[in-house]
């Protein structure tokens, strides 16, 4: 048996699941401490299952911890930057364009040095090490033990920021490092800005992964957990410890895998309506679409991977205005229950006009909520106009898809919308971010320029597909259950014929061998 855990902004859903089959749910506040919240939602699964704790084999939990930290410019640490790629890209240096208060987080420690590779792996200019001791020398000086190195073109070749790497270990062996190359894509200054933001958060990320094992440690649970990333996968201990940037936007991301799990679905438009927003995002192959193109984190450009998420301003605490003509996006939020008129206060929200409407009922305490039948009948029209328009923005085609509603505000829609093929809003619905959470694997994912004329492209597949298995494997993925969930490819204009960007991602189940996080 598993536990999921799902810890959002208004609520942490936890459930436990048996196989296929889910044993007890709950949504518990979510604390200001994160760990009582958490504890609370242990409590009430394993109270009401009546489940022992040495019954439990895993714990996976989704958190926004990093991304809240980064949001809210705390507990990040100073980094020292470090660009290999003079003389080019001298005019553009590191942290360009970023908010001035984040990047005063992360200190004025930049260092641009020569070196680096083209496309094709020809050098830019050759590492000068006296000038790389040098910058070595200066963040020793700094006290620095944290830095992100980046170079051009490190996806195709990584050897320059390898080899840098190593020579900042010997000479400051307590040092963590976030390599571009093994955590953004193609492009250089969003790539080098994913880095920095990962490495901002690495001494963050041990603290976080030791509260949540004394949550767990505190209820008597004594078993691994995993933490959730955003493409809907694992990790394991070491691998969070690396990578806690890639935990950025996994509760959408486990909602999705929650409705692949509860409709059997594996192409789907998903419709998550919480408090305050809908996030409609697209089921590929049982995994959220990733996105393709630049993705703005707190105000910094970023190119590593992120679900392709809408996020409307429309949720079950949206307030109504103009007569139900215009819903959102300001809300009550989490307020819902104290200040929405089906619950005894005077505000008017979208989840008011369904109870109005006697389409929908909420708590056992419902006051009557009396409208304008013009208000009611506006305001219905306002939220399917608003979700039919966001499905039809994220749709891959012309052609209807079939939509699965999960999260608490799924109340919403009360009759079919008419960009869906199929309407589905599946029994535990309301916490199908903790279900995706609790059954998610492991996985690895590789990318790289590729160029069919020099490599056949079924060669250049079967080498890349070796390399993203083994990417999984490392990362804690059981060998006998590996498989390639994803291949992506991308033809590249203005260079060679044949010239492909291609991405290719493994899954699979835990290995009995993965470290997770002992408790």
Request: aromatic share 4%; glycine share 10%; charged share 20%.
């Amino acid at each position: 048996m598993r536990i999921g855990i799902d810890v959002g902004g208004t609520h942490t859903d936890a459930v436990l699941v048996d196989g296929d089959s889910v044993i007890s749910s709950t949504k518990a506040l979510t604390s200001v401490d994160v760990t009582s919240g958490i504890l609370e939602a242990l409590e009430n699964i394993l109270s009401d299952s009546g489940v022992q704790e040495d019954s439990i084999e895993a714990v996976m939990l989704g958190t926004t911890q990093f991304t809240n930290a980064v949001v809210e410019r705390k507990k990040l640490s100073e980094v020292a930057a470090i660009r290999i790629g003079l003389p080019s890209g001298a005019g553009l240096p590191p942290k360009i364009g970023w908010p001035e208060d984040i990047s005063r987080s992360l200190g004025d420690h930049v260092y641009m040095v020569h070196g680096g590779t083209l496309y094709d792996g020809r050098p830019v200019a050759e590492l000068d090490w006296s000038e790389i001791n040098k910058v070595i020398a200066d963040i020793k000086s700094k006290n620095l033990d944290t830095v992100a190195i980046s170079a051009a073109f490190s996806p195709m070749t990584p050897q320059p920021e390898l080899d840098v790497a190593a020579q900042l270990r010997r000479v400051i062996p307590e040092v963590n490092i976030t390599c571009s190359h093994s955590l953004g894509r193609l492009g250089l200054l969003e790539r080098e800005n994913a880095a920095l933001l990962n490495a901002s958060l690495l001494k963050f990320a041990d603290s976080v992964a030791s509260a949540f094992a004394d949550a767990l440690r505190q209820r008597g649970l004594k078993c691994r957990f995993f933490v959730s990333q955003n493409d809907g996968t694992l990790m394991d201990a070491e691998f969070v410890r690396q990578f806690p940037a890639l935990t950025f936007a996994s509760g959408p991301t486990n909602s999705l895998r929650g409705a692949c799990k509860l409709t059997g679905l594996n192409d789907a438009i998903v419709v998550d309506l919480g408090g305050t927003t809908a996030d409609i995002g697209i089921l590929q192959g049982g995994f959220p679409r990733e996105s393709n193109i630049v993705i703005d984190v707190v105000g910094i450009r970023t190119n590593f991977r992120m679900p392709d998420i809408l996020a409307l301003g429309l949720g079950g605490g949206s307030l109504v205005t103009d007569e139900g003509r215009s819903i959102g996006p300001e809300s009550v939020g989490h307020n819902l229950v104290t200040q929405g008129l089906a619950f005894g206060g005077s505000v008017l929200t979208a989840t008011d006009l369904l109870v109005a409407a006697g389409k929908a009922t909420v708590g056992p305490n419902q006051c009557p909520v009396h409208l304008p039948a013009q208000t009611v009948e506006n305001g219905l029209r306002t939220i399917a106009s608003m979700l039919n328009q966001g499905i039809e923005k994220m749709m891959p085609s012309s052609d209807p898809m079939p939509v699965v509603l999960v999260g608490g505000g799924a109340i919403l829609v009360a009759d079919k919308l008419e960009a869906a093929s199929e309407m589905y809003c599946p029994e535990h619905s309301g916490v199908a971010n903790a279900i995706g959470a609790a059954i998610a694997q492991i996985g690895g994912e590789v990318e790289s320029l590729v160029c069919y004329q020099d490599m056949p492209r079924e060669l250049a597949i079967k080498k890349m597909s070796d390399e993203a298995k083994l990417t999984a494997i490392n990362a804690g993925a059981d060998p006998k259950t590996v498989r390639i969930a994803d291949i992506e490819e991308t033809t590249i204009s203005y260079m060679a014929e044949g010239s492909t960007r291609l991405r290719i991602k493994a899954v699979g189940d835990i290995s009995p061998q993965a470290k997770g996080f002992k408790v």
